[in-house]
């Protein structure tokens, strides 16, 4: 069998090498810069299977050719998952996908099963899958997968145990052309092909003049002032664990919901769940409070790359009552309306605006709060720290894409880390 792979990043290498393991010849295909000649789907005369990597949009000059080849095109984690013997769990949504992941793994471990990372974090499926072809993995492990829009764009058997939705807001519309109906029947996907009591909608999931909710009918527990019940009975209070605001009720009732599909509804009364789920603490790079000086306190949110997470981020480190928070926006825009950030104009005492976007941003913010423009990341967060005083908050919610001025948001989120633990920041 002759398989294609279009991309050479990390998806590009996990297929490859998943390819080479089932016996298939490969050869990869890359993006030609836009200076050159566009290739022809002629190049793909002799293919049996094309694997796109999630980097590689589908307006671009190579992902076109696939498709105009007539050569069966399919993700990366499609394919992998046609080469998965076995259960597989998934998670979905435009925020939170990260932490319900790694929150489900720990779970699921802590209860005595071979869960394991996968997707967006931990290994591409399709490395797990040569894993057990190599014979490195047992057969018995249950990836739980953080599933992107792009992974799902060209997948047509991926069929989850169960799954979850998290939420859809703004992000990425410059790949699926400014219109949030497509992006939301992209994210839908993830439900194809599965019993609907097996899908989980999230807490803020609701329905909108742009989209309409596909049926979900996996939502058991139920959440009164911060506790989270089954059929009526405590399961764990969300002030024991240490994971704090709305956004993260949302990520646990989702982890436990997916416990209970997998593991049956007795296990959310168990002991050593309820340890596990009060011994979890989130990952780097979201809502992390890195120093405080002065009484000043330095907030690492980088993994914030939407308004929708902005918000969240904002409801959760402000004081009552005041504008307390100069934060740092902008980066790689992706087509996105910024303007709900004017509903959060209450808490925020100066915007200082970096990146590629930073001209939209101030457009669109500079008239709800102050505003200023940098050029670069350094004088920005400086400049942020300078501004504040006892009491005050410092907080890198950009918004945005990083690719613009650093490697992604983990090289963001560590360049602030490393201006703010000096505490001459704020001199």
């Known amino acids: 069998m002759m398989t294609g792979i279009i991309g050479r990043g990390v998806s590009g290498l996990a297929a490859a090498r998943l ?8 050869k990869f295909f890359e993006d030609a810069p836009a200076s050159a000649e566009k290739p022809s789907s002629a190049i793909f005369t002799g293919f049996d299977l094309l694997i ?17 080849s007539g050569v069966e095109l399919i993700s990366e984690l499609e394919f992998g998952a046609r080469h998965f013997d076995g259960p597989m769990l998934a998670i979905t949504g435009t925020n939170g996908k990260t932490t319900t992941t790694e929150l489900t793994v720990h779970l699921l471990q802590a209860l005595g099963v071979d869960a394991r990372p996968a997707g967006n974090i931990g290994l591409p499926l399709c490395d797990i899958c040569a894993d057990i072809l190599e014979h490195k993995a047992g057969k018995g492990l249950l990836p739980v997968i ?54 989980v ?19 058991k527990i139920t959440v009164c002032a911060g506790d989270l019940l089954y059929d009526g009975k405590l399961i764990v209070r969300q002030q024991e664990t240490q994971l704090k605001g709305p956004h993260n009720l949302e990520n646990l009732a989702a982890a436990l919901e997916l416990a209970r599909i997998y593991l049956g509804h007795d296990v959310l009364f168990s002991p050593v769940l309820k340890k596990a789920v009060c011994e979890f603490a989130p990952g780097r790079h979201r809502l992390e409070q890195v120093a405080e000086h002065s009484g000043i306190v330095f907030i690492n949110d980088s993994k914030a790359t939407n308004p929708a997470s902005v918000i969240v981020a904002l409801h959760t480190v402000s004081a009552p009552g005041r504008k307390n928070v100069n934060i740092i926006l902008g980066g790689l ?35 709800s709060f102050p505003c200023e423009l940098f050029d670069t990341f350094k004088d920005a967060v400086t400049a942020a720290a300078r501004n504040s005083v006892k009491g005050d908050v410092v907080l890198l919610s950009p918004a945005c894409a990083s ?22 920041i704020i001199v």
């Open 19 to 26: 390819a080479e393991a089932a016996g298939h010849k490969i």
């Open 52 to 68: 796109v990597s999630p980097g590689v949009p589908p307006y671009s000059p190579v992902y076109l050719a696939a498709l105009a």
């Open 146 to 199: 953080e599933v992107s829009s792009f992974q799902l764009e060209r997948c047509f058997k991926f069929t989850p145990f169960a799954a979850v939705l998290l939420n859809i807001t703004s992000d990425h519309l410059n790949r699926y052309h400014d219109r949030m109906d497509e992006y939301a029947a992209t994210k839908f996907k993830i439900f194809d092909r599965m019993p609907v009591e097996r899908r």
């Open 201 to 219: 909608a999230g807490l803020s999931l609701r329905e909108t003049p742009e989209f309409k909710l596909p049926a979900c009918a996996g939502n």
């Open 333 to 367: 825009d992706k087509n996105m309306d910024f303007s709900s950030l004017r509903e959060v104009s209450g808490f925020v005492k100066k915007g200082f605006i970096i990146g590629q976007c930073r001209q939209k941003i101030f457009d669109t913010l500079s008239s």
């Open 403 to 424: 690719m613009d001025m650093f490697k992604d948001y983990k090289d963001r989120g560590d360049q602030f880390c490393e201006l703010v633990i000096n505490p001459d």
